[in-house]
């Protein structure tokens, strides 16, 4: 069975105790172990802080764009090897498992493109110089520096490569060296893909470490330059951030995690329109890809009162073509939960749900006769009261399942049948009426990090709610965690500090870069 290990202090560190198995979903059978026992994480920081730091920051952006081009070629020319550890350890098809590792490569190319544009500095100002007196002997001028210290990445399970290489790009192009610790039970991919980093050889020493097992005490031992960048449920994420060495330092601390993201029909689209297919066809694929086991995917699904018994009709016709089981087989189109405690979770949340609702497509339990895997397949409740739908507004069941609830059609109805989620990372809107649109988001935008319009227009184009593009913000306010990655140069900023330079303005400019 293999073995997974650690890479700190650039060496590759085998534990010998303390191990947590790995699954492979569609079989239940153990295929790995990891832990991280006798990693000494302060060796590991100190490692990072005066190795890798330094390296990259004398490196200029465009040097650094050049070293994530490297390993986005390096990761792409493994693909059909990590495809195939992604279905061993996720459960993923060929397309869930693309998702994650096409979106790994991708993500890490769209930053390389982007630190072009940045050139040959190591900071970035921030907007135009200011005259802060009379005359010019006094300026002003913002800039964004490397932080100087480490950035801890702390992963959910669901995407072991993209939310591994998603940080680690903003990281490493803002000129800040990266410990990521990947989910352990399905740590198999983000071992390689750091494994096939390193054969790239362009990773200054010390600029990425991995720690697969338990983290230790290596939270305790932050400082106020570091930053933690943490993707997972909302109950971790309040444990850790209260680490009191990290309220004592005040190291940065982004957290992504649950979300109960909706999608919402706006009144007079119905079948027949494109608008009414793009509704189906994205809620059915974001309830159902990788088993509905993203934070982006569609949990509630509000449509006008006239609309929904056509809406159970047409969803419920769509998700029974889904085909439920393993991956190995080419003819399925959704695999496995991830392990036994996700599925368990996911009967429990089910439960919890029909409290206030109505199973009407699947049944909300382990598919039986499937064999030793963890399937469950798409269920679809409906709660008809939607303002006293009590915990389909804060249970995030980790599965294909959604809840349909109906509305009244005004788009402030609309908006505060979102906002009773707490705070999500996406809302997709399906509509061609601007003056809808507008309303809603007059009314509701500010409860969701980023709102997804499917229209006529977009019909053709549109990949889906709920994919994380590097080009636009991922995050969302309240309880998906009031972080923000990605989005452009935004993604980089939590790995910066922003200060002011003051002084005579042609010394500021020449110090800040402007005049270049
Ligand atoms: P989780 O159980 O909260 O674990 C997340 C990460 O935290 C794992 O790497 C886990 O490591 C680590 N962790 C747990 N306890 C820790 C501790 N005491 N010290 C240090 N690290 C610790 O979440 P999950 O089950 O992996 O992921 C599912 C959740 O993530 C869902 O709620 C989903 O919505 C959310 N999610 C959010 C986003 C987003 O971008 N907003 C994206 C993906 C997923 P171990 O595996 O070793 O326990």
């Excluded at 031992?221 to 933690?228: A, N, S």
Aim: proline content about 5%.
């Amino acid at each position: 069975m293999k073995t997974l290990r650690s890479y700190v202090l650039g060496n590759w560190h085998e534990a010998t105790t303390g191990f947590i198995p790995l699954f492979d979903p569609a079989t239940g059978q153990q295929i790995a172990r990891a832990s991280s026992d006798g990693v000494d994480f302060q060796a590991v920081l100190d490692f990072a802080r005066t190795r890798g730091g330094p390296a990259l920051r004398g490196m200029t952006f465009a040097e650094r764009g050049a070293m994530l081009k490297a390993l986005s070629r390096a990761l792409k020319a493994h693909m059909d090897e990590l495809l195939d550890l992604s279905r061993r350890n996720n459960g993923t098809t060929k397309g869930d498992g693309l998702f994650d590792v096409a979106g790994a490569s991708g993500t890490l190319a769209y930053y390389a493109g982007l630190a072009r544009g940045l050139g040959d500095r190591r900071a970035q100002p921030d907007g135009d110089g200011v005259q802060l007196a009379r005359t010019e002997g006094f300026w002003g001028q913002h800039l964004w520096v490397s932080r100087r210290g480490v950035a801890v990445h702390i992963n959910a399970f669901n995407f072991p490569a993209w939310g591994f290489a998603e940080k680690a790009a903003c990281a490493l192009l803002a000129g800040v060296p990266v410990i990521t610790k990947p989910a352990t039970s399905t740590a198999l991919v983000t071992e390689r893909c750091v494994e096939i980093l390193l054969e790239a050889g362009v990773l200054p020493e010390g600029a990425l470490q991995m720690v697969c097992g338990r983290t230790g005490d290596l939270l305790d031992r932050l400082g106020p330059q570091d930053v933690v960048a943490f993707t997972g449920s909302a109950d971790t994420a309040r444990a850790l951030r209260a680490n009191p060495g990290i309220a004592a330092a005040n190291t940065r601390f982004n957290v992504e995690a649950d979300s109960l993201n909706a999608a919402v029909l706006a009144p007079g689209v119905g079948p027949g329109s494109a608008t009414w297919d793009l509704f189906v066809r994205d809620v059915v694929r974001e309830m159902t890809q990788k088993a509905g086991q993203k934070c982006t995917a569609v949990r509630r699904i509000l449509v006008p009162t006239s609309s929904l018994d056509g809406s159970v009709g047409a969803l419920s016709e769509a998700l029974g073509n889904v085909v439920t089981g393993n991956p190995a087989d080419p003819s399925v189109t959704m695999g496995p939960l991830v392990n036994s405690s996700q599925l368990e979770d996911a009967e429990a949340g089910v439960r919890e749900l029909t409290e206030t609702a109505s199973v009407v497509h699947g049944t909300g339990e382990r598919i039986v006769g499937a064999g030793d895997g963890y399937y469950f397949g798409p269920t679809l409740l409906r709660a008809d009261d939607p303002h006293n739908a009590g915990r389909v507004h804060d249970r995030e069941v980790f599965g294909p399942v959604a809840t349909l609830l109906p509305y009244d059609g005004d788009a402030a109805d609309a908006a505060d049948l979102v906002a009773l989620g707490g705070g999500t990372l996406v809302t997709s809107l399906y509509g061609d009426d601007p003056d809808w649109l507008e309303a809603f988001l007059t009314q509701g935008a500010e409860a969701t990090g980023r709102i997804y319009i499917g229209s006529e227009g977009s019909a053709g184009d549109a990949p889906g709610s709920g994919v994380a593009l590097p080009q636009s913000l991922h995050g969302g306010p309240g309880r998906a965690g009031g972080g923000e990655e990605l989005g452009g140069l935004v993604g980089l900023r939590l790995y910066q500090q922003r200060i002011a330079v003051q002084g005579e303005r042609s010394l500021v400019e020449r110090l800040t870069g402007v005049s270049d």
